[in-house]
């Protein structure tokens, strides 16, 4: 039986964002894309190396220079978050995956709650404003996971002022909200930062992964894949090849037995990789289809 998303039928709003190439997370996840691929018909809707970290003392104000520079290149991870009075709130932080933001041209996207946000952004010198927010529209079943989505929705509002901290490598980004609200996020790093472009490429998973030898893992199990291709209107084009061992991970992608998908992954080059590491990095941009397989 197919197991639609939701959130394809909100197209019209959210085509902008989501067709193209990169979560949680989720690297999502997923970050938002900017690479003119398009998603495929059946599921219409939806460079650098690291520079030498300065002394841990360094602390960079963000004008409209380093915050432009800074906010694209990493996944913002919310570590701490209180209220104009100084107290925690609780509510943001449940189990799981920490509320995560991703910046890029000029659109942010807002993951790891129960559905994804996504709107455009503004910034001007160290004030940063955030436009109006579209959502996916999954139920959120747990009452504590409701919860944090619901005081996201009004806090991703409004307008901040940023100050990014830290080392270079490994910045933090705090925002103060107009009404007094801060919150504090890491950086980790994004692939694309790490690695440069990637290509985008479609992969379909089976359902069952499959006993495959590695030298150095006992008792491997390997997802298997193949390939699929899409035409400029994204319609399929030709038939997949045979399954075959997937050894490497797919980062943001955590499967479940019985599912078959197909994902929408950027695959990076990895430069000078260690003798026992694939040469490729693999990261989940999107869930294009899901089937649960009986």
Sequence with gaps: MKIPHPWLRYAPLL????IGACQKPAEPASTPSADAVPAPASASASASTPAAAPPAATTASAGSHDAAAVLPRFH????????ARGQRLTALFVDGAPIQLDFLQGRVAVDHLCNRMSGAYTL???????????????ACVDPARSAQERLASELFAGRFTVAIEGETGSPQLLLTRSDGSKLRFNGQETAQSRYGAGETVFLEVAPQTQPCPHPLIKDKQCLQVREVRYD????????????????????GYEHQPGIRNVLRVKRYTRP??????????????LVVESEQVR
């Design 76 to 83: 913002w991870q919310l570590a701490e978050a209180t209220d």
């Design 232 to 251: 400029a209107q994204g319609l399929r084009q030709g038939e997949p090849g045979a399954w075959q061992n997937f050894f490497d991970p797919i980062e």
């Design 272 to 285: 000078n990789p260690p003798a026992d590491a694939s040469a490729n990095v693999y990261v989940l941009d």
């Design 15 to 18: 085509g902008a964002l989501l």
């Design 124 to 138: 001007e010198g160290d004030k940063l404003d955030f436009g109006r927010m579209a959502s996916t529209m999954m």
